[in-house]
């Protein structure tokens, strides 16, 4: 029987209808980018809705491949044991929880996982890292992280580390991007490993391949892969990985 497309699940963001003919409804949403981008790579995303219990975690992690973690609010700072700064931006605490618990439930039965801008947050704090709040109360000499430019605009050079993943498949020391955040990663979670930086010390990448396979980047490829071609192998690592795993199980 042929090879079925690996199926990446897209956990959820929330979407709070402020106006119209619904005010106050809570709608679950993904960015249809990502979705575009997973297709575009060989994969068949899904939408997975916000649940906690482990049966229901189990449940989602049972119908997938692979996990891809997408941009979206911060995240409750409480969840690396902190308290919120004054510069923190909106949490939805029951997405946190969703997302920490697929991360780390993934983790066991060895599903890999790609986190995007928020996505690589969570990655990081589900495996014990912590984060920056909000990189403007740290002040200069940073870079600006929210760019004031299209989409897919590069705005910052991303520095790759050497003999990594992702600066492998790259093939180059350097790339450009485009940047949306204001959280960083502080803390890196043990066994992950830098992969990418700004030259203003940020770390805009990560990656790990012991126990199970992550990756995580800080800028939006999904938003660039249009414009820059190449910003689709991100989505070919994460697609690359599910079918070894696949054939390991087999
Ligand atoms: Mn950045």
């Known amino acids: 029987m042929e090879l079925r497309k690996p199926v990446i699940g897209v956990p959820v963001n929330l979407l ?33 809705p916000f649940a906690s219990t482990r049966e229901d975690i189990l449940a989602q992690l049972a119908c997938l491949d692979g996990l891809l973690f997408a ?3 911060d995240l409750c700072p409480l969840t690396f044991g902190e308290e919120p700064i004054r510069g923190l931006g909106d949490v939805y605490p029951d997405m946190d929880t969703h997302q920490l618990a697929l991360a780390r439930a993934a983790a066991e039965a060895g599903l890999p996982m790609l986190g995007i801008c928020r996505g690589m947050q969570v990655l990081n704090v589900a495996f014990g890292g912590t984060l920056h709040q909000d990189l403007d109360s740290l002040g200069d000499p940073l870079y600006q992280h929210v760019q004031r430019s299209h989409r897919h605009a590069i705005s910052h050079t991303v520095d790759l580390v050497a003999g990594t993943l992702l600066e492998r498949a790259f093939g180059q ?10 959280q960083a990663v502080k803390a890196l979670a043990p066994d992950f490993r830098v992969n990418a930086r700004t030259r203003d010390g940020v770390i805009e990448g990560f990656e790990r ?32 990985a599910c079918d070894r795993e696949k054939v390991s199980i087999a």
């Open 173 to 182: 020391a350097s790339i450009g991007t485009n940047s949306f955040h204001h």
């Open 16 to 48: 709070v209808d402020g106006h119209g003919t619904f005010p106050g409804i809570e709608r679950a949403f993904v960015n249809l980018d990502y979705l575009r981008s997973l297709r575009l790579a060989g994969a068949t995303p899904i939408a997975l």
């Open 71 to 73: 941009g979206g609010a």
């Open 209 to 240: 391949d012991q126990g199970f396979w992550a990756l995580g980047v800080q800028w939006h490829p999904e938003g660039m892969v249009e414009k820059h071609p190449e910003m689709l192998r991100i989505f070919q690592l994460l697609v690359e």
